[in-house]
């Protein structure tokens, strides 16, 4: 198991893929866990490019039914089915998610079952475990759209500099301090607070297909990263408009404000393919810890 968090991008095109750029699916992996978030078109085969290995998902995250964002779900289902998929399939989703999947489902036979749960959700904390949660707001693409947060709990980690100052051998009660509790040494109670450090939490925000809205900035606040959509340049702003959409400045203006570590820009129009520097230029401008990504590449974070 990993403690850091992998980001694999398998597909980082616009509402048109490219030769180069699949349809939107990031793969997050963290200890046992593998959540992809939306499945467009093709993510199956960027699965087998990556060697990433599709039976070990755990979670599907998606952030809105246009097809270009859904369309590699019922491939992605059926394969499963074909392979003994013995796990629990989560699925979240905003409205609508429960009723979408029914009648995708209906659209043609399926062989085999899987199990899924299925849960619609707009605002706030969804998921929680001892290592991570999981959070959710709703955005602007004219239709329900979430964006995620997905954070890793800052663990209780041993101050050895401290056992060193206490005259504190190592030892099996040591497993008490990184749980937050006090502990008795050679007949003396230690508070684990004069013990121990906090790591920081670790934040990865994905915001895909939505108009800028100042209501973003506080959701991805402080994050290490934030992975942001950026299908047009600022000469093309009246399009991201009128389609719901931001530009790579508006992203960057976002980044910029809520401080986050680094910038990620992805679903990237076709008009970009051949020369992706026009909108990462624009953008490193104002926000300079920019990139632009590509299919199949990956952060650790």
Known sequence: ??????????????????????????????????????????????????????????????????????????????????????????????????????????????????????????????????????????????????????????????????????????????IDLKKGKNIIYNGKKYNFKNLTYKEKDKKISFVLDTQFNKSIINFVKNSDLLVCESSFSSANKDFAKNYKHMTSEQAAEIAKKAKVGKLVLTHISQRYDKNPKIILEEAKKIFDNTFVVRDLDSFEV
């Open 1 to 174: 198991m990993t403690e850091k968090i992998k980001l694999t991008f398998l597909g980082t095109s616009g509402s048109i893929p490219s030769a180069n750029r699949n349809h939107t699916s990031i793969l997050i992996n963290y200890q046992d866990e593998n959540i992809l978030v939306d499945c467009g078109e093709g993510t199956q085969r960027q699965f087998r490019k990556a060697k990433a290995n599709l039976m070990k998902l755990t979670k599907l995250l998606i952030t809105h039914w246009h097809g270009d964002h859904i369309l590699g779900i019922p491939g992605l289902l059926q394969t499963l089915a074909f392979s003994n998929y013995k796990k629990i399939l989560f699925v979240y989703g905003p409205e609508g998610t429960k009723n979408f999947f029914k009648n995708m489902l209906n659209t043609f036979i399926f062989s085999g079952k899987i199990e899924m749960k299925i849960e619609e959700i707009k605002k706030g904390k969804f998921f929680e475990n001892e290592s991570f949660y999981l959070e959710v707001k709703r955005v602007y693409h004219g239709i329900p759209c979430n964006a995620y947060n997905f954070i890793k709990k800052g663990k209780i980690r041993i101050d050895k500099e401290k056992l060193k100052k206490f005259n504190i051998v190592e030892g099996p009660y040591l």
